[in-house]
């Protein structure tokens, strides 16, 4: 270790941040791999490593023998200090060697508000942050992940995107990268050739212009780039790589457990989910496959819980299967299985019952808004009804706490509907009272969080505008008035945080520039409350020339042309656009299982959805 | 039932990791390594390790002391066999033995700090262990009330000798440790330091020896 850090890391918090050598780390010997790749998260280390692509990605890289994979994370503040001070660079925790060495540096996008993060670590590598400042074939700095959707805010910072599902499309491009560097080739060369990889997408070879009024008037591909750029997808779940173990973090982390994901896709199309449309065709993994994963990630990592991650796991069809097989085997072995994004509509007194003795703490539903009305306007497909008869069930299991999520601030939204929310809460709490058979000697517990509704591309809500700060701010006072009852808790998300992941969801690759200025003058950590500096932004808004609520709460046209429009992620335009209209006359749309609604995706899996 | 006192080195980067964390770390190698462990009863079952004296964060150890509790007997070559397959880097399992001491005869503790001559000289350093009145902070109880406590820190000093290793000096201290009083070298040097006007901090710091109240060896 070097000696440097030695000195450094006895005045920094949770010093096993930055040390690596957990178990399951990968080591290799430098000089016998050909291509090294840092995988970055932009956030702290806590939250990075309880990230699943991460672990899927590192281990698939390290899987070759010619590759190395690292990781490095976000700096906390007074790490960052020291490092800045001490002149240590940006380092890869498995060898300690500086990040600006490194062959190709991947980062991934999972929240807009990350993106001064990446700046900061980019110049803590001491590399230049615009890939037009990098010049030569190493590194590349690259990045997927949910917001790669619309990467055009951070354009101008990354020399390339994945987009969609990396399992196959990153092996593609590691073969790319040693090819051209044993040719000795540039990166000019090198990316020209990336770009016709299906799912690559280089910014710097489309050119954006604008009309008059700030609108995107076309996105013109240059050295025989494609047209449109479609999302990758993997086919078969079952035999598409997966880690048989996971790094294991010493310090405490978000998600310290195996996880897995059952199946990608979201059968349900709520209106607002961007992660359900980003993520279809549908496609589920077998139990066995599962069943036999988790119990070598249990085994090689020692894990006592597991939980199955996934958009919505209580559609999965195979889950009472799933679940049997793996209670055979887990109670014997102390290993919890957690559930946590369970419908309330499909919750069934036989799955709960599976679960008793697993874990009582707390039941999370998410019926997103107040009214049935407003529910309809969404797709949520829950009456109230369902949520009243889950909250039986459950209380009759034993649960005594019980957390619902709603949105503030959705399309067509009216006074009512934000009342609603409180008088659904109350409702749930008179349940509880009113059942003879509720836990003994409890009192219930209802908390509601309600976050603010952020449009996001691709979904069919991207036309629609972000409600104001101002009416966000109303919305919240008139719930808080609302609420009738002490047995409810109310949380609500920051407006201000919400409005700029509003800007950037739907931004252009003008607000490169905003990032770029706000993070000179010193914006890092912005999702992190004490660290968020709005003022800040706003001044680097202006200082850019450029209107936040031009992006966030303005009204688009179908007929607009909007930044990501090149980039095809399979559910069309045309059946968003509908999906838009259905909302506006409150019309719901039938879940997959159902009926295929045509959304489009499909086309990327041969025709074919696993419903 | 049957009680082992394994004694664990921790070396290089891992010493880190804070002893807290070095507590779940161990409850999950005993479960890779499927260790027929005795576990906790009730609503949340945890494997029985206990760890006799924590290792302050920064300090590395050769024989740290851990008591397990086996539900049935295991020759020791394959418990340590067992475990130190599934270890992480700088985590070995170097002994396992039946305990012959009880954990509360844990009185003293001999460490090796190494210093850089860069940072001081031996002159400064035996100067300021033999001048009485080194002093450092040390957070203690009040009742319920958590409070900095100034200690004097040459009163507690067992024992101690310097060598001069050319670029870099070697202190061997015995300082207090266990369940009534604890005083580690991390907090000596700060004392040092504070003696002294500029922070100096020892690259190696380990601990080689837990002592009994004669000095004998804790076992
Ligand atoms: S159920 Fe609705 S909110 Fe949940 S993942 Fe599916 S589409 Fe999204
Ligand atoms: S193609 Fe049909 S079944 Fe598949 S995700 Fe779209 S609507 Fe659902």
């Known amino acids: ?611 | 039932m049957y009680d082992v006192r394994i004694r664990v080195s921790k070396r290089g980067r891992i010493k880190f990791v804070s002893h807290l964390d070095m507590f779940r770390t161990m409850q999950r190698a005993v479960r890779r390594a499927e260790i027929p462990l005795w576990y906790t009863e009730g609503f949340n079952p945890h494997p029985y390790i206990s760890y006799l004296l924590a290792l302050p964060l920064g300090v590395e150890g050769v024989a740290e002391p851990i008591d397990i509790r086996l539900v049935e007997p295991m020759p020791m070559e394959e418990l340590l066999d067992r475990l130190n397959a599934v270890m992480p880097e700088g985590l070995r399992v170097e002994s396992a033995a039946a305990p012959f001491h009880k954990p509360a005869e844990i009185a003293f503790a001999r460490y090796d700090v190494t210093l850089d001559r860069a940072d001081i000289t031996p002159e400064e350093l035996t100067e300021a262990l033999t001048c009485g009145e080194l002093t450092c902070e040390k957070s203690g109880k009040s009742g319920h009330k958590k409070i900095m406590k100034t200690v004097n820190v040459s009163e507690h000093i067992r024992e101690y000798r310097l060598e001069d290793k050319g670029e870099q000096l070697l202190l061997t201290v015995v300082l207090p440790a266990g369940s009534t009083f604890n005083l580690n070298p991390i907090q000596l040097m700060e004392a040092v330091s504070g003696r002294l006007g500029r922070r100096i901090y020892p690259p190696l710091t380990v601990r080689t020896a837990l002592l009994c109240e004669d000095l004998s060896e804790f076992i």
């Open chain 1, 1 to 611: 270790m070097d000696k440097r850090l030695e000195k450094i890391l006895p005045l920094v918090q949770k010093p096993a941040r930055y040390t690596g050598g957990e178990l399951n780390s990968v080591i290799k010997d430098k000089n016998s791999v050909a291509i090294r790749y840092a995988f970055c998260f932009p956030d702290s280390y806590e939250i990075g490593m309880s990230h699943l692509g991460i672990k899927i990605l590192y281990s698939l890289i390290n899987a070759r023998e010619d590759a190395w994979c690292e990781r490095v994370f976000a700096p906390w503040t007074d790490m960052e200090e020291q490092m800045r001070s001490n002149g240590i660079p940006l380092y890869a925790l498995e060898s300690g060697d500086p990040v600006k060495d490194f062959d190709l540096i991947g980062f991934t996008l999972q929240y807009e508000l990350c993106y001064t993060n990446i700046l900061n670590m980019l110049d803590l590598a001491g590399l230049p942050v615009r890939a037009a400042d990098r010049k030569g074939l190493s590194p590349i700095v690259m990045a997927g992940g949910p917001c790669a959707c619309n990467p055009e805010p951070v354009a101008e910072f990354f020399d390339l995107f994945l987009l969609g599902d990396g399992e196959e499309v990153m092996n593609e491009i590691l073969d790319l990268y040693k090819a051209h560097k044993q040719r000795g080739s540039d990166k000019a060369a090198f990316l020209k050739a990336a770009a016709q990889l299906p799912g690559v997408y280089v910014p710097s070879f489309y050119d954006v212009t604008y009309r008059e009024d700030g609108v995107v008037d076309a996105i013109i591909p240059a050295e025989g780039a494609p047209e449109k750029i479609t999302k990758r997808v993997v086919r078969d779940l079952d035999s598409v790589f997966y880690p048989d173990s996971f790094v294991v973090p010493f310090i405490d982390v978000v998600f310290d457990r195996v996880t897995h994901e059952i199946f990608r896709g979201c059968i349900r199309g709520c209106r607002f989910c961007q992660a359900c449309f980003l993520s279809r065709p549908i496609r589920e993994k077998s139990p066995d496959t599962i069943n036999e994963q988790c119990k070598v990630l249990c085994k090689n990592t020692g894990y006592d819980e597991i939980s199955l991650c996934s958009l919505s796991s209580s559609d999965y069809s195979g889950i009472e299967e799933l679940l049997s097989k793996l209670l055979d085997w887990t109670p014997g072995e102390k290993v919890n299985i957690a559930l946590p994004s369970l419908r309330v509509d499909n919750f069934s007194d036989e799955l709960l019952k599976k679960l008793t003795g697993v874990r009582k703490s707390g039941l999370t539903f998410a019926p997103e808004a107040g009214t049935q009305r407003m529910r309809d306007v969404i797709n949520k497909n829950v009456t109230e009804e369902e949520i009243m008869e889950t909250s039986r069930i459950a209380f009759a299991g034993g649960y005594s706490a019980v957390k619902l999520y709603f949105m503030l601030g959705l399309p067509t939204e009216t006074p009512e509907d934000v009342q609603g929310i409180a008088y659904l809460a109350k409702k749930v709490v008179d349940t509880f009272y009113s059942m003879p058979e509720k836990p003994k000697g409890k009192g219930v517990n209802v908390s509601v969080s309600a976050s603010n509704f952020v449009p996001k591309p691709f979904t069919p809500f991207q036309w629609e505008p972000q409600a104001t700060v101002e009416e966000l701010k109303e919305k919240q006072d008139l719930l808080l008035h609302t609420c009738p009852s002490k047995k409810i808790n109310i949380s609500f998300h920051d407006i201000h945080t919400s409005f700029l992941e509003g800007v950037f969801a739907r931004g252009d690759r003008r607000l490169s520039r905003v990032i770029e200025t706000a993070w000179k003058n010193g914006c890092v950590f912005d999702s992190w409350n004490d660290h968020f500096r709005f003022d800040t932004w706003m001044d680097s808004f202006a200082s850019c020339g450029l209107d936040p609520v031009f992006y966030a709460n303005r009204r688009r046209d179908y007929g607009e042309t909007l930044p990501w429009d090149h980039l095809d992620f399979g559910v069309s335009k045309g059946y968003l656009e509908k999906e838009n209209e259905k909302a506006k006359r409150a019309e719901t749309t039938a879940n997959c299982k159902i009926k295929c609604a045509g959304c489009g995706a499909s086309k990327l899996n041969g025709g074919h959805c696993d419903v």
